[in-house]
């Protein structure tokens, strides 16, 4: 009778499965390493808009009428931002400095949004006599020297000693504008409060073309823009969105959406690849757009950067050439391919095919104009020479977004008769925010043969949802359940051994599955920068993680019976999907248990976050209407 007793107490005390088996079935691989890099760009490519093909002016010009205004309307001016340009453009001219012989130099700053304010430099002849050429000159990722670098200080002194009027802006980010809230991965933190965080970008520029233009000797039908890198993506921006742009150099700054796709090197930062571009106008489109204004694409051979020309010039130029053609304009779209020293550069050769343009387009008559670059080394100024002073507290992407945010979110509907009604106004929003697409039909695969131990069968599963793609998942199943459990973690399945155990223990069967972009669906390389190709070919990451909850969800309660279904998330950001997943569709599960979510989505910018860090979490507009509070009472998780 004592050893029953014994026997009966030890039996009483056992878990099913053991930690360490439980581990080795959840870090087991399931899918190829690189399959979800290959699924996310397939997925982003089939979503970019492709060049139509057109037979006349006529019918390009309607087209690029659309193109030019939706991109304004829905991916520049988006919220506070459409505000934001109606703003007065002024200016302050701070301090003339002594330039050359030639020409002065006029410090000078402008309120690009309001409280940000752009230091830029104009470099003005002494003799001006009637209108003269303006050019917008932009720079990029120079971080130290900003407007004050050698080469772009070279190409306005050239330009001015040939009586054109130069303004040299400095880049957000850059320069003197160098610090942490200008970071470009910030802008995002607009975003996600539905601003634009391409506008501050856009209006610098837009608003430097307005100086140049209220110059008494600025002539309106010359007016260029250049720019190197970063400058160049400023360059192919302004110059096809702002029809007052004459002439376009934009250097080694861009390719098409398609083409970085492949090209991983092109992948730009949160400017460069801005929510729902792609999918209203590529790059191809925006430089077909330039048609039949002169256009020069100049790119590097041996670019060690980026948008090297083997790869990044073709498609440009195949998109381009026809709308020109229509136009009888061939002559206009000029290309140059830069080979010494053939690396990222603005430097002499590429400086001197501005120049050639110039003389060919804005000096057509002048028979003395000189495409050769004028020494004028000595003439080049330090950094602190050319500083120009700032207001105190001057905003920046941080700032802005906690200003913004203050007021956020707003309650789009006011009084709604009815709580049902008021809720499903909510729920239609939320799905629209989300980009959601319906659930997919998910096919399971076996990755291997089921394994049992200690109790607990151990089954890893390849989930096909619908043909784009595939999650690995780990299901668990005790000898006796009540309930089965979702489970996703921030850090992949592979991290939540402890979690499994405890579900196990209690009862349930678990799924651990690792969704987009976390665990072992990570994007092996450039993940944050396909997780921003994704939102701008006009798809959200987190809804591609709520559709594949509410798609992993469907299938496992297809296959319970009556068991309930559960999702357990551990982690900010999949407790985030799965709040809105259930948010959307209270249906999808029987309930939610949220593990170290957040209480607020303005901890985001509490916290300062970027969006290369947790790039779901910036949901184009998510703040703008719903919050954790309103989420979690939508989720029926509070009242």
Known sequence: MQKLLVVTLVASLVRVGTAADIETWLKKPVIDPQLPQKQVEDYCEARVLRMPKVSSVKEWETLARKYREDTLREVVFRGEAAKWRDMETKFQVVETIEGGPE????????????????????????????????????????????????????????????????????WVGMGQLHSSGFAHYKMNQLDLCGTSGLAPFYLSMSRGLDILLQHEHADPNRV????????????????????????????????????????????????????????????????????????????NLKDNCCFASPHALPPLLDAAKPIYKLYGKEDSLRWHVNEDPGTHNFGKDNRQALYRMFGEFFYPNDSKFDANEIACEEELKTAAELNVPLPEGNEDFHTLALKLSESLPRDPFGPVAGKAVRNQKYRERLTNVLRLEKPSEVKAEKAGEPVTADGITATLWKLHLGTEWTLPATELVPAEFEATAIVIGDGGRKSLTAEVKSLLDSKHRVIAVDLFYLGESRIPAHDFLFALTVSTVGRRPLGIQVNQIHSVSKWVKAGSKEKLVHVYSYGPRTSLAALCAAAVDRSSTDGQHLTDGMTSLKEVLKNDLGVNQQPELFCFGLLEHFDIPRLKTMAGLTE
Request: proline share 6%; net charge neutral.
């Open 103 to 170: 020409y002065r130099i006029k410090k000078l700053i402008y309120e690009a949004v309001p409280g940000l304010w752009i230091p830029a430099l104009l470099y003005e002849p002494k003799k001006l006599d009637g209108p003269v050429p303006v050019v917008l000159n932009v720079n990029g990722h120079d971080r130290k020297d900003g407007k004050a670098a050698d080469y772009k200080q070279t190409r306005c002194i050239n330009q001015a000693k040939r009586g054109m009027i130069a303004l040299n802006l400095e």
């Open 224 to 299: 260029a823009v250049a720019g190197l890198s970063g400058g160049g993506w400023q360059t192919i921006i302004i110059s096809s969105l702002d029809e007052r742009v004459t002439l376009s150099d934009p250097v080694a700054g861009y390719s098409s959406f398609i083409t970085r796709i492949h090209n991983h090197s092109d992948l730009g930062d949160s400017e460069q690849t801005p929510v729902d571009l792609g999918s209203i106008a590529d790059y191809a489109h925006l430089t077909a757009m330039r048609a039949p204004r002169p256009t020069l694409l100049t790119f």
